[in-house]
């Protein structure tokens, strides 16, 4: 990989999927966004009707598998 060409930093975020209200927790609003430099990248990156909880299940695991793959 030349100087040029960098791994795109991935982040993971949690947020009310548009049109809910999110006032809720237990209700299916939320979603998971898998970040490439800030920035959706492909809609199939984006989980949702999710719990509050489920999201942070979701977005725990895929850093968990972050971390592992860059140990």
């Not at 999927?17 to 990248?41: A, F, S």
């Not at 199939?44 to 719990?51: R, V």
Request: glycine share 6%; net charge negative.
């Amino acid at each position: 990989m030349s100087a040029d060409e960098r791994m795109p930093e991935i982040s993971y975020e949690i947020r009310v999927k548009p049109g809910r209200t999110g006032e809720d927790p237990n209700q299916p609003d939320w979603e998971v966004l898998e970040l490439e430099d800030g920035e959706i990248k492909t809609t199939a990156d984006i989980y949702d009707n999710l719990t509050f909880a489920e999201a942070n299940q979701i977005a725990g695991m895929w850093q968990r598998k972050k971390d592992e793959a860059e140990a």
